[in-house]
């Protein structure tokens, strides 16, 4: 390993984590009463730790900072502070996430003044505190099933980022933990919750295309591409908890591209444009087709495209797959200008989406069936229906088995395109059926001492 970590106790070890619980802690949150916040407490304020302070937190902490209800207690992440997320112009990290928290609340408040939020290198501590009911993780794909589950152990309600799972193992295991403890579990998969998507897959359940015969679903070019070939490791930056940061994931040499916005396209790390955007699309079809409870029995590659050998990344740059229920409808993900966006054809014609807006095959009956246009505005009451239902204990819209099932869609998707064969689904044992080298990418080893053990 770089020798930036030279010195520092391991945090992922019973010694590290127990040196670091002062030294983690970047300010201390006012002293409250139980009763003062928490989901039994009689103003029914919620308490909420943020963990991950990287792109998507500042978009998902715009939906929570201004609810009267929900109170940001903590927050956390490897990065003190620095740039390299998606645009050069975003400083991110805990201590630029907590200033953010803190400036949200003075503003709010008659002394002008807020000191309430406390910032945590290790998710752990964060998760020990008492008076915190409920976590978001936007963290990389690779730590969402570990950090579901000990946060379900510890008793908190859960909003998990999607893709809910790096592998189908996984989400099997947060599925589990999430049943077990009786938590809440939102997936955070913001179009489940827009009236206009909503609107949307009615009109198809009711039949304004006739018979679905093709769906077709497409994810985002990669947005970032590797340093190629023959690429060198990097020191670590000052400030970065790297280890960390890799958590259960194989330990490699640090490279400013493998981390931060761009782990989407490591296999250590994520799944690709497969997962991140594939996830949203191929969720949304899957919801407007009564899909949400069934899996597909057969996937097939249908031409991806891959970087280098030897390259930083290999998840897909090209994605494209198929894949065929058992009623037979056969959909297909791939990669276009589009972005995101959903097509079903039937036999009455055919209708689009990109989540904004709505094309379709000049009907005058599709038209009609769909009035009206989305806005930025429309992913708030995702963000909303999760701090309800941890209120009123409901499944939040996309629960954990969804989640799961979603993302194990573009699991089976990318096993299909790097194999370059068709696989087959077996239900009933979740597993892929006759093919043992395909049945292996189901799980991933965890680097010790980080497992799925509470």
């Known amino acids: 390993m770089n020798d930036g970590n030279k010195g520092l106790a391991p945090a992922n070890t019973r010694r590290g984590f127990l040196k670091t619980t002062a030294a983690g802690v970047i300010s201390f949150p006012m002293v409250m009463r139980s009763q003062t916040l928490g989901a039994n407490s009689p103003s029914k304020r919620i308490t909420m730790g943020i963990i991950g302070c990287g792109n998507q937190a500042e978009h998902d902490l715009k939906q929570w900072l201004p609810m009267e209800d929900v109170q940001i207690v903590a927050v956390c992440d490897v990065n003190k502070a620095s740039h390299g997320y998606v645009r050069d112009t975003q400083f991110l990290g805990r201590e630029p996430v907590r200033e953010m928290v803190e400036k949200a609340y003075a503003e709010r408040s008659a002394s002008g003044t807020f000191k309430g939020c406390a910032a945590y290198v290790d998710f752990r501590e964060l998760l020990a505190r008492k008076d915190i009911d409920t976590v978001a993780i936007i963290t990389p794909d690779h730590w969402h099933a570990i950090q579901t589950i000990q946060a379900a152990a510890a008793g908190k309600d859960i909003y998990c980022q999607k893709p809910l799972s790096l ?85 490699v ?11 989407r396209f490591g296999s250590d790390y994520s799944g690709g444009q497969t997962t991140n955007f594939g996830h949203h699309a191929i969720g949304v079809a899957m919801w407007a087709l009564g899909l949400d409870e069934t899996m597909p029995e057969e996937l097939w590659n249908m031409g991806a495209e891959f970087p280098l050998k030897g390259d930083l990344y290999d998840t897909a740059t090209k994605v494209h797959f198929g894949f065929r229920y058992a009623d037979g409808l056969e959909m297909e993900c791939v990669t276009s200008p589009k972005s995101f966006g959903v097509r079903i054809e039937g036999d009455k014609g055919w209708i689009e989406t990109n989540g904004r807006k709505i094309t379709e095959s000049s009907s005058p009956e599709i038209a009609k069936a769909v009035p009206g246009a989305g806005t930025a505005a429309q992913f708030t009451a995702h963000y909303r229906r999760f701090i309800d239902c941890v209120k009123s204990r409901e499944d939040p819209n996309e629960p954990v088995e969804i989640g799961s099932r979603v993302s194990n869609v573009c699991h089976l998707g990318n096993i299909a395109m790097q194999l370059d ?8 044992n979740e597993t892929i059926a006759g093919d043992d080298e395909a049945a292996k990418m189901l799980g991933r080893p965890h680097r010790a001492p980080w497992s799925y053990k509470v």
């Open 253 to 263: 040499p640090y490279h400013k591209d493998r981390c931060l916005y761009r782990f």
């Open 421 to 428: 064969r068709r696989i087959r689904w077996d239900a009933k």
């Open 167 to 251: 592998t189908v193992r996984d989400g099997q295991e947060m599925i589990k933990a999430v049943r077990k403890y009786n938590r809440v579990l939102q997936t955070g998969s913001q179009w489940r919750s827009t009236t206009f998507l909503n609107d949307f897959c009615k009109a198809i359940r009711e039949g304004v295309v006739g018979k679905p015969q093709r769906v077709v679903t497409y994810v985002a070019k990669n947005n970032f591409t590797g340093p190629g070939p023959g690429w060198q490791p990097m020191p670590i930056p000052e400030g970065f908890e790297y280890d960390m940061w890799l958590g259960p994931a194989p330990e």
